[in-house]
């Protein structure tokens, strides 16, 4: 990854803290940002959250020690957020489009 490798966290409690979700995530590697979303209504957590890693062995680190795992009473999953497409060979170095669909 460019930046760092992000995983995504769902069934977060909705009245977890970011400091919260920062301390349980911390124990498997350093935890380079942590993007947490309020329900702008409610001011509560909406569910989930996204955690960045520096490397591909702290969030996978994370992932396996945060599946099934319960904070604040709730049972947490875990997965990369982001997977690489495989590269499509063409000709001339163009990716090739899908088909449009058939007008009738």
Same mark, same amino acid.
């Given at each position: 990854a460019i930046e760092g490798w992000i995983i995504? +966290? @769902?069934?977060?409690?909705?009245?977890?803290? #970011?400091e919260d979700v920062?301390?349980?995530? /911390?124990?498997f590697?350093? +935890?380079?940002g942590l993007h947490l979303n309020l329900d702008r209504q409610t001011g509560y957590v909406k569910g989930y959250c996204l955690v960045e890693?520096?490397? /591909? @062995? #702290?969030?996978e680190k994370a992932i396996m020690g945060a599946r099934g795992t #319960? &904070? &604040?009473g709730k049972t947490l999953d875990a997965d990369f957020c982001f997977v690489q497409t495989p590269h499509v060979s @063409?000709? !001339?170095g !163009? !990716?090739?489009r899908s088909r /449009?669909? &058939?007008r009738k």
């Open positions: 995504m +966290v @769902t069934n977060i409690h909705e009245e977890a803290t #970011e920062t301390d349980f995530f /911390s124990d590697g350093d +935890v380079k890693y520096d490397t /591909s @062995t #702290e969030a #319960e &904070l &604040l @063409t000709q !001339r !163009r !990716r090739e /449009s669909p &058939l």
